[in-house]
């Protein structure tokens, strides 16, 4: 209908701030959870060191897993093995789940590319369901295997595959973002917009996409946002803004697995160089729990689960901004704690390298 608005959800009630303080008080209350846990067994340690090891269940990845994946995901995936075994279900397989998500993050991409928030906000949900799906192929490949550790497959065929899902996956949600904010530019000055609310089809505050009716021409639009003074950013700072963004998280991806493997390497493995009483203690130590949670609201995927909430709530482009300037300093003093902490620890540990 002529002269429809769609008003954007921030409008019409306030149950996005609830659902988002519900979401971040749960993380906090599941994180203080996990700590007590790890303490409590770090006490055990001494007397059930595994093979040598100075970890039992909370493995280095685990404790870098971001925290949608550790608290949401994982928990409800390891539910659903549980009670319907799925790992034994014909055909179900981790590779089959991977290229199930593959193909939902296909599909996300596609709407996230619409003009309607609600597809594009059905996109960002089908994104979450497919990153649930990722932790899936894990549990099923841990079901399958027997195998109770949480761990990378380092070298594996199955690591390189997922891996692989993993970052074009990813590029799917970037490539319909670019489409989408190259056909509708971002506004730089939305604070005008309401002037213009009566004559919106769709009121979007980051492009104000469709100001006029559909009937009237693209040079009456122009002609109508230079009258109010509306400017927009340039395809070009669009895409070199959005370009700097995926070259980020796939830095962040880099370091994360960087890190957790040399954690891995110094803590949770059983070594004729290191004492497993000293990989306990170091274990144990603040520095080391702090490092390593850093990296569950650092890592890539944090970032991307962070960048489906923007898309959810009609913000990806303030999102996205805010990372170009956030970012490098955020990653480069992330980085150096970490990488002088491993320093530290080989140096406790006797390792010279």
């Given at each position: 209908?002529?002269?429809?608005?769609?008003?954007?959800?921030?409008k019409?009630?306030?149950?996005?701030?609830?659902?988002?303080?519900?979401?971040?008080?749960?993380?906090?209350?599941?994180?203080l959870?996990?700590?007590?846990?790890?303490?409590?067994?770090?006490?055990h340690?001494?007397?059930?060191?595994?093979?040598?090891?100075?970890?039992?269940?909370?493995?280095?990845?685990?404790?870098?897993?971001?925290?949608?994946?550790?608290?949401?995901?994982?928990?409800?995936?390891?539910?659903?093995?549980?009670n319907?075994?799925?790992?034994?279900?014909?055909?179900?397989?981790?590779?089959?789940?991977?290229?199930?998500?593959?193909?939902?993050?296909?599909?996300?991409?596609r709407?996230?590319?619409?003009?309607?928030?609600?597809?594009?906000?059905?996109?960002a949900?089908?994104?979450?369901?497919?990153n649930?799906?990722?932790?899936?192929?894990?549990?099923?490949y841990?079901?399958?295997?027997?195998?109770?550790?949480?761990?990378?497959?380092?070298?594996?065929?199955?690591?390189?595959?997922?891996?692989?899902?993993?970052?074009i996956?990813?590029?799917?949600?970037?490539?319909?973002?670019?489409?989408?904010?190259?056909?509708h530019?971002?506004?730089?000055?939305?604070?005008?917009?309401?002037?213009?609310?009566?004559?919106?089809?769709?009121?979007?505050?980051?492009?104000?996409?469709?100001l006029?009716?559909?009937d009237?021409?693209?040079?009456?639009?122009?002609?109508?946002?230079?009258?109010?003074?509306?400017k927009?950013?340039?395809?070009?700072?669009?895409?070199?803004?959005?370009?700097?963004?995926?070259?980020?998280?796939?830095?962040?991806?880099?370091?994360?697995?960087?890190?957790?493997?040399?954690?891995?390497?110094?803590?949770?493995?059983?070594?004729p160089?290191?004492?497993?009483?000293?990989?306990?203690?170091?274990?144990g130590?603040?520095?080391?729990w702090?490092?390593?949670?850093?990296?569950?609201?650092?890592?890539?995927?944090?970032?991307?689960?962070?960048?489906?909430i923007?898309?959810?709530?009609?913000?990806?482009?303030?999102?996205?901004?805010?990372?170009?300037?956030f970012?490098?300093?955020?990653?480069?003093?992330?980085?150096?704690?970490?990488?002088?902490?491993?320093?530290?620890?080989?140096?406790?540990l006797?390792?010279?390298?």
């Amino acid at each position: 209908m002529k002269g429809k608005i769609d008003t954007p959800p921030v409008k019409r009630s306030n149950w996005g701030f609830y659902g988002f303080f519900a979401l971040m008080t749960y993380f906090i209350w599941s994180d203080l959870a996990f700590f007590g846990e790890m303490s409590s067994e770090q006490n055990h340690l001494s007397m059930h060191l595994r093979n040598g090891s100075a970890l039992e269940k909370k493995t280095i990845k685990l404790r870098m897993q971001d925290h949608f994946a550790h608290h949401l995901y994982l928990p409800f995936c390891e539910w659903m093995e549980r009670n319907f075994h799925l790992s034994q279900i014909p055909g179900v397989t981790p590779n089959a789940i991977t290229a199930l998500h593959f193909s939902l993050a296909i599909i996300a991409g596609r709407l996230i590319a619409s003009s309607s928030f609600s597809h594009r906000r059905a996109g960002a949900v089908i994104y979450f369901i497919r990153n649930m799906l990722d932790t899936l192929d894990g549990v099923i490949y841990r079901a399958k295997s027997k195998s109770t550790d949480y761990l990378s497959g380092w070298g594996t065929y199955g690591y390189m595959i997922d891996g692989m899902a993993d970052t074009i996956g990813g590029l799917f949600i970037m490539i319909g973002t670019i489409y989408r904010l190259n056909k509708h530019l971002p506004i730089k000055n939305p604070e005008i917009l309401p002037k213009l609310k009566n004559k919106y089809r769709n009121y979007d505050a980051e492009s104000g996409e469709r100001l006029l009716s559909a009937d009237e021409s693209c040079s009456e639009n122009e002609k109508l946002e230079e009258g109010y003074g509306l400017k927009r950013y340039s395809r070009q700072t669009v895409n070199l803004t959005i370009f700097f963004f995926t070259l980020t998280v796939i830095v962040r991806s880099a370091l994360w697995d960087h890190f957790n493997h040399g954690y891995h390497e110094l803590l949770a493995q059983k070594r004729p160089d290191i004492s497993p009483m000293k990989q306990e203690e170091v274990l144990g130590y603040g520095s080391t729990w702090f490092s390593l949670w850093l990296w569950k609201i650092m890592s890539a995927d944090a970032f991307m689960h962070y960048t489906l909430i923007a898309l959810f709530f009609g913000k990806i482009w303030a999102w996205l901004r805010f990372n170009l300037y956030f970012t490098i300093p955020n990653v480069i003093i992330v980085s150096m704690i970490c990488q002088i902490h491993l320093m530290q620890m080989r140096y406790l540990l006797g390792v010279s390298h």
